[in-house]
């Protein structure tokens, strides 16, 4: 059984920073890639950054160079270190992870955790 338990969320000032954590249970070596995703009030979920089971990343333009993903494979843990925030990514902050189809290379994210919410002003 599967588990993604999302923390680290809170209020802060433009400009201020948070890490958020992701604690994962379950089989997790099956995972392949990991991901943040974010959805704003009103607004369609939107990836922010991904990272591959040998620590390659990618992030969306309008976090790259502030936020950083980044895994602790004993711990178990994903995170996401958010600095210089802006009041536009204020939202709700999911965690997924999944696995990377061999031939599209694209990765299906099958699991889901609760969501943190980041609000900055």
């Known amino acids: 059984h599967v588990q993604l338990v999302e923390s680290g969320g809170g209020s802060v000032q433009a400009g201020g920073s948070l890490r958020l954590s992701c604690a994962t249970s379950g089989y997790t070596y099956t995972f392949s890639c990991m991901a943040w995703f974010r959805q704003a009030p009103g607004k369609e979920r939107e990836w922010v950054a991904h990272?591959?089971?040998?620590?390659?990343?990618g992030y969306a333009d309008s976090v790259k160079g502030r936020f950083t993903i980044s895994k602790d494979n004993p711990k178990n843990t994903l995170y996401l270190q958010m600095n210089n925030l802006k009041p536009g990514d204020t939202a709700m902050y999911y965690c997924?992870?999944?696995?990377?189809?061999?031939?599209?290379?694209?990765?299906?994210?099958?699991?889901w955790g609760q969501g943190t919410q980041v609000t900055v002003s």
């Open positions: 997924a992870a999944g696995l990377v189809n061999p031939v599209s290379h694209a990765c299906a994210f099958g699991y």
């Open positions: 990272i591959g089971r040998y620590g390659s990343t």
